[in-house]
């Protein structure tokens, strides 16, 4: 295996930040690793580091970054690239994430600045809904999306893989028939995680430049609510039923979108997403040993919850509350005892 600091430094010395200090920053879910480059006159920029050999690419990320940024938004500048063993340079776009500017702020100051945020966050994924999505992106297909919404049958249902494959069998095709009915007349870019963590505020910028973005890496063609659900319905931090009302207004507004017809789909892809998020975060705890994602299925499962009180999502939600169990103090600490028992 590869001596990743040796290529590291391999790397950097084909660029002007081959002296700088490095430090490490905060990581996600992936094999993925980011570190902060300082040169003693001020100038910063962030290596990313994904190790091939653990199953990551790099050339998604060039790909939808250089997209964006063709698009007037504010994906990080990619100012060197190695694809074969998994480096990039890229422009550092600070520490104002969403979630820590309004954690350090209370009161009226917070529910003012929290609405100038999520608008403008808004306002970007309404301009990145009127363009087409680059060529070779794979689409988030009604049949792949039933298919992830599937892994809380899978890995949450019984806290672990569930012998009894009847339950899951039969809610594959509702949820597919679900998503074919919403099935947008064009499809756009997603990316697919948009949430507080993700995106930078970047006030010395103009419009929706405004927004910094990160970790879009696994974008997909998708229907235009998806990434605004993921953006209002996160999985980290509480946001106010009333602010969803008024930033799906706000996205109809901007983008022609029939509100009815929007709220509907939007509703519909929200139950999808938590559903697999869900899965996912069971998934991580039992097979990848990380608990500390099952602290936050409780804010999933309300989420999935509030969804399904849509009109369009009745007999779903018979089905999916009568399959899933609620998750109580005691499935929660199951999901904990059992952390890194499956493979």
């Known amino acids: ?75 990080p500048a990619i100012m060197a690239e190695d694809a074969d063993n998994g480096f990039l340079l890229i422009e550092d776009l600070g520490d104002d994430l969403y979630s820590r500017l309004l954690a350090s702020m209370s009161g009226d100051e917070r529910q003012d600045t929290e609405f100038r945020l999520y608008a403008a966050a808004t306002d970007m994924l309404a301009r990145l809904s009127l363009a087409d999505p680059p060529e070779g992106v794979a689409d988030y297909s009604p049949k792949l999306m039933s298919d992830l919404a599937g892994l809380a049958y899978v890995h949450y249902r019984k806290a672990g893989p569930d012998p009894d494959e009847g339950p899951r069998a039969a809610f594959l095709p509702a949820m597919r028939q679900l998503l074919d009915a919403i099935a947008p007349q064009r499809k756009v870019l997603i990316m697919r995680d948009v949430h507080a963590e993700n995106l930078l505020w970047l006030p010395q910028r103009k419009g929706v430049a405004r927004v910094g973005l990160l970790d879009f890496q696994d974008a997909m063609s998708g229907h235009p609510a998806y990434d605004l659900v993921s953006l209002l319905q996160d999985a980290r931090r509480d946001v106010p039923r009333a602010l969803h009302r008024a930033m799906i207004a706000r996205f109809c507004a901007q983008t022609g979108a029939n509100l009815t017809t929007f709220s509907a789909a939007y509703h519909v892809l929200g139950v999808q997403r938590n559903l697999r998020i869900l899965g996912v975060f069971a998934r991580l705890s039992l097979l990848y040993g990380k608990p500390h994602y099952v602290d936050l299925i409780p804010r999933v499962w309300d989420n999935l919850v509030s969804n399904l009180s849509h009109p369009a999502l009745l007999q779903m939600r018979r089905r999916l509350l009568a399959d899933l169990p609620e998750p109580t103090p005691a499935l929660l600490q199951e999901l904990k005892d059992r952390c890194g028992t499956l493979r």
């Open 1 to 75: 295996m590869p001596d990743r600091t040796q290529l590291a430094a391999v790397f950097l010395a084909g660029t002007p930040f081959a002296d700088a200090e490095r430090g490490p920053l905060a990581g996600d879910a992936s094999n993925r690793r980011y570190e902060r480059l300082l040169r003693p006159d001020g100038s910063r920029a962030v290596l990313m580091d994904a190790p091939p050999e653990k199953g990551e690419d790099v050339r998604p990320f060039v790909l939808i970054a250089r997209h964006l940024t063709g698009l007037g938004l504010s994906a």
